[in-house]
């Protein structure tokens, strides 16, 4: 199964993303749907709203009065706050019966409209934001809903801003061209990511890069790398582990492969052969087949013993790397990476041999054979740096 993410401003267009996605297969739980749902006549969530807000909030019938409601609660934040804090777990909950209810193939969409507002991006093996302008989201709401310009700068003003919601995004849908070409872009969404996605994730297959090709530095891979792992934290708690962002993308202005590499530290490789694997496997990172090692730093010495996870996501490859605390190999991705940061001019001789290298096209194996003595000389620098400045891991 894979657990899809949802959002966009009001006015943005996701109800017809969401609309479009079921049309191809998927199986849509609406968060504004289950919000009526929890407060509908004779329920524990109207009684408490009543409570809150008095009766102010029904209408003739006894029935919620959302209009009124949304008067009180879009112009006062903390109103605002209390009605989400009645109503945003009983949705949780609804959410979580309905998604174990799907089938296990399923491609699940949670339309949730503020998805980024209450963190709820990491639970998800993927989050769709859609945008629109401004101007464009205030004239579909006077069109489509009869808003006045008013309440649609008020609606919007209350929800994040465009560059929260990018901040979550991991496909970020543009609509502000006709409807064909929206639902242009989401079929390519469904056909080339979201239904490969899901095969991965429940057959635990992660992608793995080939040829190597390396990019020009992508200023996004940062914030890549903060949505990774987030969903890695959310995965493994409450275990409360160490994450980190290593080679080539975690470095300014150096080109790489485009594949975010992780270290996450664990206690020993007992613990990450255990319900570690298994966690993230869940969350779309499953386990490599197969033995990983590290070449020793001076060559010669015994291998260093490691675990390594890729990442379901055919868009995005990951190497996710599980060592353990205060090993060599531990030590030895962070001290390389924290050198190579702090010395631009060894940072510009790595990236001379990587375009060296990568110009003879090999496969990732034979690529990072390659470098090995170029690492083996340059470890020592790094020893030398990490003595001179008392850098510590």
């Given at each position: 199964?894979?657990?899809?993410?949802l959002?966009?401003?009001?006015?943005?267009?996701?109800?017809?993303?969401?609309?479009?996605?079921?049309?191809?297969?998927?199986?849509?739980?609406?968060?504004?749907?289950?919000?009526?749902?929890?407060?509908?006549?004779?329920?524990?969530?109207?009684?408490?709203?009543?409570?809150?807000?008095?009766?102010?909030?029904?209408?003739?019938?006894?029935?919620?009065?959302?209009?009124?409601?949304?008067?009180?609660?879009?112009?006062?934040?903390?109103?605002?706050?209390?009605?989400?804090?009645?109503?945003?777990?009983?949705?949780?909950?609804?959410?979580?019966?309905?998604?174990?209810?799907?089938?296990?193939?399923?491609?699940?969409?949670?339309?949730?409209?503020?998805?980024?507002?209450?963190?709820?991006?990491?639970?998800?093996?993927?989050?769709?934001?859609?945008?629109?302008?401004?101007?464009?989201?205030?004239?579909?709401?006077?069109?489509?809903?009869?808003?006045?310009?008013?309440?649609?700068?008020?609606?919007?003003?209350?929800?994040?801003?465009?560059?929260?919601?990018a901040?979550?995004?991991?496909?970020?849908?543009?609509?502000?061209?006709?409807?064909?070409?929206?639902?242009?872009?989401?079929?390519?969404?469904?056909?080339?990511?979201?239904?490969?996605?899901?095969d991965?994730?429940?057959?635990?297959?992660?992608?793995?890069?080939?040829?190597?090709?390396?990019?020009e530095?992508?200023?996004?891979?940062?914030?890549?790398?903060?949505?990774?792992?987030?969903?890695?934290?959310?995965?493994?708690?409450?275990?409360?582990?160490?994450?980190?962002?290593i080679?080539?993308?975690?470095?300014?202005?150096?080109?790489?492969?485009?594949?975010?590499?992780?270290?996450?530290?664990?206690?020993?490789?007992?613990?990450?052969?255990?319900?570690?694997?298994?966690?993230?496997?869940?969350?779309?990172?499953?386990?490599?087949?197969?033995?990983?090692?590290?070449?020793?730093?001076?060559?010669?010495?015994?291998?260093?013993?490691?675990?390594?996870?890729?990442?379901?996501d055919?868009?995005?490859?990951?190497?996710?790397?599980?060592?353990?605390?205060?090993?060599?190999?531990?030590?030895?991705?962070?001290?390389?990476?924290?050198?190579?940061?702090?010395?631009?001019?060894?940072?510009?001789?790595?990236?001379?041999?990587?375009?060296?290298?990568?110009?003879?096209?090999?496969?990732?194996?034979?690529?990072?054979?390659?470098k090995?003595?170029?690492?083996?000389?340059?470890?020592?620098?790094?020893?030398?740096?990490?003595?001179?400045?008392?850098?510590?891991?």
């Amino acid at each position: 199964m894979l657990r899809v993410g949802l959002t966009g401003g009001i006015g943005s267009g996701k109800s017809a993303v969401a609309g479009r996605l079921v049309e191809r297969g998927a199986i849509l739980i609406d968060a504004d749907q289950l919000a009526r749902e929890v407060v509908a006549p004779g329920t524990e969530g109207l009684a408490e709203v009543v409570a809150a807000f008095s009766d102010r909030v029904l209408d003739a019938d006894g029935a919620l009065d959302r209009a009124a409601l949304g008067e009180l609660v879009f112009a006062d934040e903390s109103a605002r706050r209390r009605l989400e804090a009645i109503v945003h777990g009983r949705v949780r909950a609804r959410t979580v019966e309905l998604t174990a209810a799907a089938p296990a193939d399923a491609v699940v969409v949670n339309d949730v409209p503020l998805l980024a507002e209450v963190g709820l991006a990491p639970t998800y093996h993927l989050v769709v934001v859609v945008q629109a302008g401004v101007h464009i989201r205030l004239a579909r709401l006077a069109r489509d809903r009869g808003m006045s310009r008013a309440e649609a700068q008020r609606r919007i003003a209350a929800q994040a801003d465009d560059a929260r919601r990018a901040a979550v995004a991991d496909v970020l849908l543009a609509n502000e061209g006709t409807l064909d070409d929206l639902h242009a872009a989401v079929d390519a969404l469904w056909r080339d990511r979201l239904v490969p996605f899901e095969d991965n994730v429940r057959h635990r297959r992660a992608v793995r890069a080939g040829r190597v090709t390396l990019v020009e530095p992508n200023p996004s891979w940062p914030q890549q790398y903060a949505r990774l792992a987030d969903r890695i934290r959310h995965a493994i708690a409450p275990a409360d582990l160490r994450i980190d962002h290593i080679g080539s993308t975690a470095m300014t202005g150096l080109a790489a492969k485009d594949v975010i590499d992780i270290q996450l530290s664990v206690p020993s490789l007992a613990d990450a052969d255990g319900v570690l694997a298994e966690r993230l496997a869940d969350a779309g990172f499953p386990r490599l087949p197969g033995d990983w090692w590290d070449s020793p730093r001076p060559a010669g010495g015994d291998r260093w013993a490691k675990r390594l996870h890729g990442n379901a996501d055919p868009a995005r490859p990951v190497h996710l790397h599980l060592r353990v605390t205060g090993s060599p190999g531990w030590r030895y991705a962070l001290l390389m990476r924290d050198h190579l940061r702090a010395d631009p001019d060894r940072r510009a001789a790595y990236l001379v041999l990587k375009r060296e290298l990568a110009a003879s096209a090999p496969d990732s194996g034979a690529y990072a054979t390659a470098k090995d003595p170029w690492f083996d000389e340059e470890h020592l620098r790094a020893e030398e740096w990490a003595a001179r400045t008392g850098w510590r891991p």
